[in-house]
C-alpha cells in the first residue's frame, strides 16, 4: 500500500529510533508489542492532506506499506515502510498554504498587499504583508462571520513573517482555516488534490 509521510528536517525517524531515513531503504518496526495506530509501529497517510496533518517536518515521502498492517480513518499503521521518494517540500509548503489562503480570500476584506503576496510569495513584501494581517485582525468587528475570521486565519498562518514559523506548520494550519471557511468536504478534496500534484511533480524533478 502506497502512502504519504511526513519527517522532521534532520531527516530522522521520531520518537527516539534516530534511524536516517533514506530513498529505497526499508524501515521495519523494532518494537515486541503488537503495532497499534497513533502508538506503535510505521505510521503513514493514504492522503497526503492526512499525513500532513501530523507532520512534524517538510521532508515529504512517498512510502510503500507493508507487512502486517491496520487501517485507520485518516492513517494506517505497518510492520515495514519503505522510502520510494523524497523530497524537502520548503518552498513547496509555503506555496500551497497561500494557495488554500487564496481559495478563500474573497471571504474577507484583505488588504492589496496580503493578496499580493499570497499570489506571489515575494519575501520583500512578507513582514508588511503579515503585519496588515495582523492589523485587520486586531481591528475586525463583530460583523465578521465564522467563516470571515477563518479565511483571515489562513490568511495570517500564510503570511506570517515569523523565522521560526515552519513551512509544514503553516500549511497545516492555512489548510484547516481554509477548509473551515469553506464548510465543505470538497474544499479538503480540492486540497489534496492540489498538494498531491505539487509533490508528485517535485519528486518527478527529484528537487530538494
Known amino acids: 500500500m502506497k502512502a504519504w509521510h511526513f519527517i522532521s528536517n534532520n531527516k530522522k525517524l521520531g520518537y527516539g529510533d534516530n534511524r536516517v531515513v533514506r530513498v529505497g531503504q526499508t524501515y521495519k518496526y523494532k518494537g515486541k508489542e503488537p503495532i497499534e495506530l497513533c502508538k506503535r509501529g510505521m505510521h503513514g497517510s493514504v492522503k497526503i492532506r492526512d ?91 463583530s460583523a465578521c462571520d465564522s467563516a470571515c475570521d477563518s479565511a483571515w486565519a489562513s490568511a495570517c498562518d500564510s503570511a506570517s513573517a515569523s523565522a521560526s514559523d515552519s513551512a509544514w506548520a503553516s500549511a497545516r494550519a492555512s489548510a484547516r482555516g481554509s477548509a473551515r471557511a469553506s464548510a465543505s468536504a470538497r474544499a479538503e478534496e480540492k486540497q489534496n488534490a492540489r498538494l498531491t500534484r505539487m509533490v508528485n511533480k517535485a519528486m518527478m524533478k527529484g528537487s530538494e
Open 51 to 141: 499525513a500532513l496533518q501530523y507532520a512534524q517536518g517538510s521532508i515529504i515521502c512517498l512510502v510503500e506499506m507493508s507487512g502486517e498492517i491496520i487501517k485507520g480513518n485518516d492513517k494506517v499503521v505497518a510492520t515495514e515502510r519503505k522510502v520510494l521518494a523524497m523530497i524537502n517540500g520548503e518552498k513547496l509548503l509555503r506555496k500551497f498554504a497561500c494557495l488554500c489562503a487564496l481559495d478563500v480570500i474573497h471571504l474577507w476584506d484583505a488588504p492589496d498587499i496580503v493578496v499580493r503576496y499570497l499570489k506571489t510569495q515575494d519575501e520583500s513584501i512578507m513582514q508588511e504583508a503579515s503585519a496588515r494581517v495582523s492589523a485587520w485582525g486586531s481591528a475586525r468587528d
